[in-house]
């Protein structure tokens, strides 16, 4: 604003000059009179937009599930847009033959827990080697190891959800088959909101971890306060930006990942 004085002093003084050698008639007036209050409009103009950049709203948790076997898909619980919760399952696949498979490797774990039982009998009546004992008892080690591995692709024949959360997109259909690394579907967790910036490096004075500042968001047509959280390790060189992150401390529902809004910071630009 001290520029703002300094124009308005100026124009002040070449009116009393002016009016010395002959007074002013009221339209010359006038617009030197809009002329200031255009100049000073400008002037304020540049320095709000000095303290404003954009930012993008971001969930704190997004990723993307994948499958880790191959396998028919047998039902789907959840379409785009659905809510979940936690471990709730979201994607079951026909498992019978990996079932069918741990059920063999138990059968065989029975069998050599029962052979190993009946060698150490033997044993003692002395009809039988020490080595064959041990043989025995690694079968035992050997099946329960099965067991374990036949254990896993069972397990994974539901998704569970692995936080609160959305369904952004799904990416298969029931009854079709899945390889190994198929994504299944895109998830967030929007229960925290990010936004993300990038702020000139000629802020960093005035902006820091817990600096509160207002967003203006474009779809919803409301301004939220929200608080810087993290800042970036680095500032583009190209850019002479930093990125910065900050959470949204008013809750509104009607608030979605993606939308975008203008960021309005109290930033002084002085020379020290």
Partial sequence: MSLIILITTLLKIMFLMINRVFIIPVKAFYSIFVI?????????AQERSSSITRGLLVARTETTLSSQQSARIERISVKDGDRFKRNQTLIEFDCRLYQ????????????????????LQLQGFQAISQLEVAVSEAEVAK????VELSKVPVSLCKVKAPFNG??????????????PGEPLMDIL??????????????WLLSVRIGTQFKVG???????????????GAKVDPVSQTLSIIAAIVDKDKHLLAGMSGVARFKISLKKR
């Fill in 143 to 146: 099946a329960e190891a099965d």
């Fill in 166 to 179: 959305r369904v952004v997109k799904l990416h298969v259909a029931p009854y079709a088959t899945v390889p």
């Fill in 217 to 231: 968001i474009d779809e919803t047509g409301r301004t939220y306060r929200a608080k810087v959280t993290r800042m």
């Fill in 36 to 44: 200031v209050f255009l100049l000073s409009s400008w002037v304020e």
């Fill in 100 to 119: 069918a498979q741990l059920n063999k490797a138990k059968a065989q774990l029975q069998a050599a827990k029962k052979t190993f039982a009946a060698n």
């Fill in 189 to 202: 967790d929007d229960s925290q909101l990010e936004i993300r910036l990038h702020i000139p490096s000629t």
